[in-house]
């Protein structure tokens, strides 16, 4: 594409937020190369990473950088150069910008000084990885990381344990092991997990097996446990009865943190359980039956 073609793709004053390839490099779409091209200036979560996408596709380009640490400051620059009638293209290191990566204070900055924001869709974790779970995922639950703190990351599972759809997390490799493990106890050894690491890349590995086995899996191995994963949770079988026993697992977990009145409360609007049976059911798991 030359030049002047390629400055016809793209609107000044317009920030196009650009879908990038999750490790394979071959994975960008010929729309965001267009793009990429096209504007003016480019804002990467990190230009080193993705000056090698640049360099592979032979595109040479200004940018600076937009991340955790800067996001407010860096919006600021966006909507001066937006103002300026530049058009701007906001990537992140990998995938989507704003979905579980820096980007959205950008955006929301954006639209609220009155610029037109376009996205490029392009690569997904976690679509990539439903696609290949078998799983029913006519709907599902984007989750991002899960907390660090092993007290809270229990505390959030707890709400999650009763959705039906498939659950989807991001996991960085120092703490898959204990994330993995806190499913399992926390939504049962039952469902199907599946395990994904490097997607897209040489090392790329999708592992099915159920909750109960997927901590073995993950410590046969330490190769295992490198790189950046992607877990995707088969959601509840069924609602749970209302003598609340299938809300067990979850009442356990809130009774860890709360005090019994609202760890009854918080279980029963969680799970669909009756008060009154799920009260029995914490007095017995508390040993004051």
Known sequence: MDTDSAKAAVDKATLYVVATPIGNLGDITLRALDVLKAVDV??????????????????????FAVHEHNE????????DLLAGGSAVALVSDAGTPGIADPGAEVV??????GYPVVPI?????AAAVLSASGFDASRFLFCGFLPARAAERRRVLAELA???????????????VASVADLCDVLGGARGI?????????????HHCRLSEAVAWLEADDYRQRGEFVL????????????????????????????????????????????NALYKLALGIKGET
Do not use: W
């Open 42 to 63: 480019i804002a990467a979560e990190d230009t080193r990473v993705t000056v090698r996408l640049l360099n592979r596709h032979g595109i040479a380009a200004r940018m």
């Open 72 to 79: 407010r400051r860096a919006a600021e620059r966006v909507i």
């Open 108 to 113: 929301a900055a954006v639209r609220a000084a």
């Open 121 to 125: 869709p392009g690569p997904n974790a």
């Open 162 to 176: 009763a959705q039906t759809a498939p659950l989807v997390f991001y996991e960085a490799p120092h703490r898959v």
């Open 194 to 206: 599946v395990i994904a690491r490097e997607l897209t890349k040489i090392h790329e590995t999708l």
């Open 232 to 275: 995707a949770v088969q959601g509840a079988a069924a609602a749970p009865r209302k003598d609340g026993t299938d809300a067990e697992p979850v009442l356990k977990i809130l009774l860890e943190e709360l005090p019994l009145k609202q760890a009854v409360a918080l279980s029963a609007k969680l799970t669909g359980g009756s008060r």
